[in-house]
Every structure is written in structure tokens, then in C-alpha cells.
């Protein structure tokens, strides 16, 4: 699996692909269901590379060493779970794992933090975790159950160094949190920002190119699928409006680009 190397200010970072899959045409009418024929003749004609990426993130800023999101974790091989495997290409190691910062309790987000029998892969890493998604996975008694017994397994063997963040919060220098409600309760992006240099990391806010051009267009595991396409909608301006460099979680591989603006929706300009 591929991995890029990047900074943002004196910020390293490394995109480490989790898994890359195709995303043909049955994959976008699984994601999309309400995906119309001329939307689809959209997804026929762009020239993006029609794949599905799950884009961690590492980066080293100080002495610090961190993650952004766990990946899926050895349950999800040969297909996915290849987070470490990209870090060990780099001589980065488990133990060598500060603080990892979840955005959202997705298996694709949270999973790697435990091994196929519920065991912590990082011995001494800190994981902080969004409070709102926190509030509706493990203490609302509104969830699906058998997710959240995935949920509060994957960070049982945590205990004692899980910390809660909110919108705003700075949870280490150069990194504040931006909540970004929809795709799940309490999904958040993150702020990267150091000597003047900045990135918006959207997290799952999209999950195809397809998307961009009908951002009301919501996969069918978000949510609000109404909150998240309006959401979609405002922040695919901002970034585009103010020419901020995005990276997104589930895009092409490694999901770094910017955003257009392009009749009624937007296009993509990856940078790697
Ligand atoms: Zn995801």
C-alpha cells in the first residue's frame, strides 16, 4: 500500500493508505443508493481514478508522534487494516505512537486501535475522541447495539487514557478540532496549521468524486443524510472560496487537493 510524504508549516505528516479499493459502478450505486441515471452518467465520464482510499494520516510535530484515525485494523485484511504495514515502510512502530485523534467511531476510523481479539496495538498511545460522538455511541442508548459493543471493545482495553474534545479545541499545538455533524453525530474535521501554512482535513464529510459535483448526493451510512449534504455543501465553498488545501479521508489516494467551484457543485484538483 502507498505512502506520501508531506508537511504543513514544521508539521511532517505521512498519508498511509488503510486500503484502496475500486469503486465501480455497482460500488457507487451501493454507496449512493439514491443515485440518479444522470448522475450516474457523471460517475461514467469523470476522469478521476475510481477508487475508494481510506487515507490515515501520521504525522510528527515536536517530540510528539500521531495519528489521525486508526485505519480498520488486522480484522479488515488482506482488504483493508494495512495502516502499519505503511508506518513500519517508514520505521514508525506502534510503541513510537503518542496520541492518536479519532474523528469518528467508524470501524474504518477506530478500528485499528485493537487487534482481531480486542487487544491494544499502541502500548502507550493517548486516543482522544470526539465528546458528541462519545455521548451518542456509548452512553445514548439510541445506537445500534451491535455497533456500539464493537465500539466499547475497540476502546475498553483504553481505559484511563481516552481524552474528549470539542469543537474548537486545540488538541495539540497546530491542531484544532472542527466539528463537523452529520455523517455521524458527532463526526469532526480537524484544522492543521503551522508557519502560515494550513489544511483542512474533512475527514468523511465526502466519500466519492461524485459528490463534488452533487454535493446533496449522501451515502447511505451518513447519519443526517440531510444535515450532512448541507454541511457538504458549505464547507465544498469555504475551502473553494478561500483556496484551502483539503484532505479527505475516503478520496483517491492520498486524498490531498483543492477544491473548485464548477457549475452547481465543485471539482477536484488533487496535488499528488
Ligand atoms: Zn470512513
Keep these: 500500500m502507498p505512502i506520501h510524504h508531506f508537511s504543513v508549516g514544521d508539521i511532517k505528516l505521512i498519508v498511509v493508505a488503510d486500503a484502496v479499493k475500486d469503486l465501480l459502478e455497482d460500488g457507487i450505486k451501493n454507496i449512493l443508493t439514491t443515485i440518479s441515471e444522470e448522475q450516474l452518467v457523471v460517475f461514467r465520464n469523470e476522469t478521476y481514478p475510481h477508487v475508494f482510499s481510506y487515507n490515515t494520516v501520521y504525522l510528527q510535530h515536536g517530540n510528539e508522534h500521531i495519528l489521525i484515525d486508526a485505519g480498520t485494523g488486522e480484522a479488515g485484511k488482506p482488504v483493508e487494516g494495512h495502516l502499519m504495514d505503511g508506518l513500519a515502510q517508514a520505521g514508525i512502530h506502534a510503541a513510537h505512537i503518542d496520541k492518536i485523534i479519532i474523528t469518528h467511531f467508524h470501524r474504518d476510523h477506530y478500528g485499528g486501535l485493537v487487534t482481531p481479539d480486542n487487544a491494544a496495538v499502541f502500548p502507550k498511545a493517548t486516543i482522544l475522541v470526539p465528546r458528541a460522538e462519545w455521548a451518542y455511541w456509548v452512553e445514548s442508548g439510541q445506537a445500534p447495539a451491535e455497533r456500539v459493543e464493537l465500539i466499547k471493545a475497540a476502546f475498553a482495553p483504553y481505559q484511563g487514557r481516552i481524552t474528549f474534545y470539542d469543537d474548537g479545541d486545540v488538541l495539540v499545538e497546530g491542531i484544532t478540532a472542527r466539528a463537523m455533524p452529520g455523517h455521524s453525530a458527532g463526526h469532526c474535521g480537524l484544522w492543521l496549521e503551522s508557519q502560515g501554512e494550513k489544511v483542512l482535513h474533512l475527514a468523511d464529510i465526502l466519500h466519492t468524486t461524485v459528490q463534488l459535483a452533487f454535493p446533496e448526493l449522501s451515502p447511505r451510512f451518513d447519519y443526517d443524510p440531510l444535515a450532512a449534504g448541507q454541511l ?41
Aim: no cysteine; net charge negative; hydrophobic share 45%.
Design 232 to 272: 457538504r455543501r458549505r464547507l465544498l465553498e469555504e475551502v473553494a472560496d478561500e483556496q484551502l488545501l483539503t484532505l479527505i479521508f475516503h478520496l483517491p489516494f492520498p486524498g490531498l487537493g483543492y477544491i473548485q467551484r464548477a457549475d452547481n457543485g465543485f471539482t477536484w484538483q488533487p496535488i499528488a
